[in-house]
Nanobody, 127 residues
Framework: QVQLVESGGGLVQAGGSLILSCAAS????????MGWFRQSPGKEREFVAA????????YYADSVKGRFTISRDNAKNMVYLQMNSLKPEDTAVYYC????????????????????WGQGTQVTVSS
């Protein structure tokens, strides 16, 4: 199993930037494909970004493409989400997630594909 802890959330003005981090412990991170999801009050958890085990392939939701960048450092057991040009609609609790399974883009976009989740970190973007 792997334990995940997110950090880096906070309050930022529209147009600003944040970097979210996800620290993994328990098993080597390179065993897992990783994803970032977010959830706002009253809404379902939605896909943000995903990255394959080696980091050679990344996937993004259309709403964040060109503004967010997912990356990983397997040596440090860390996953990151660089968020630029933030908008008020990006306000949500952000979760990192891990899956040991292999799949394509359709697989990694679905929350049900992930076995392990962090507790989440709040991101609030003010207008």
């Amino acid at each position: 199993q792997v334990q995940l802890v997110e950090s880096g959330g906070g309050l930022v003005q529209a147009g600003g930037s944040l970097i979210l981090s996800c620290a993994a412990s328990g098993r080597t991170l390179s065993t897992y494909a990783m994803g970032w999801f977010r959830q706002s009050p009253g809404k379902e958890r939605e896909f943000v970004a995903a990255i394959t085990r080696s980091g050679d392939i990344t996937y993004y939701a259309d709403s964040v493409k060109g503004r967010f960048t997912i990356s990983r450092d397997n040596a440090k057991n860390m996953v990151y989400l660089q968020m630029n040009s933030l908008k008020p609609e990006d306000t949500a609790v952000y979760y990192c997630a891990a899956t040991p399974a292999y799949g394509g883009s359709d697989y990694y976009l679905r929350a049900i594909s992930y076995n392990y989740w962090g507790q989440g970190t709040q991101v609030t973007v003010s207008s």
